[in-house]
């Protein structure tokens, strides 16, 4: 009787770990999870204080526009002890997305991006840049 035990509990674990593996399999495979993501700054040359205004186009793997979806921002500099800038970006035609931030301090940020798109999957994806002193 113990070894029927021990066997059913073997054949569980083997089956839970196998269920979690093809769940992050299939999680991070999505194909909704892919997007293409150019982006630019405007003005170039960033001033400090002054509003930086970014602007995002999405596609899915197909080059197709990503519409009607969210985007959370997050922007904050890659050391600790920084409070975090937040906004979210308007939505315009084709896949375009903007926002306006100042930045007030020097140094590497990083954009924090999580974009909900309209069949409410959750894409999430960081940026990095760099400011200049003067």
Do not use: C
């Not at 400090?48 to 500099?77: C, H, S, W, Y």
């Not at 939505?91 to 069949?119: E, H, Q, R």
């Amino acid at each position: 009787m113990p070894k029927k035990i021990a066997v059913l509990f073997l054949f569980a674990l083997i089956a839970t770990g196998l269920y979690f593996i093809k769940k992050e399999l299939k999680t991070s495979s999505s194909s909704s999870q892919f997007v293409i993501l150019n982006w630019h700054h405007h003005p170039e040359k960033i001033i400090l204080g002054d509003d930086v205004e970014f602007t995002f186009r999405l596609k899915d793997k197909k080059n197709r526009p990503i519409e009607n979806a969210k985007m959370q921002v997050e922007a904050t500099m890659n050391h600790a002890g920084m409070i975090p800038i937040t906004t979210e970006a308007t939505p315009l035609p084709n896949g375009v997305y903007k926002f306006k931030i100042k930045l007030s301090m020097a140094g590497d940020w990083i954009l924090f991006l999580t974009i909900k798109k309209a069949d409410g999957n959750i894409i999430k994806k960081e940026v990095f840049f760099k400011t200049d002193s003067e």
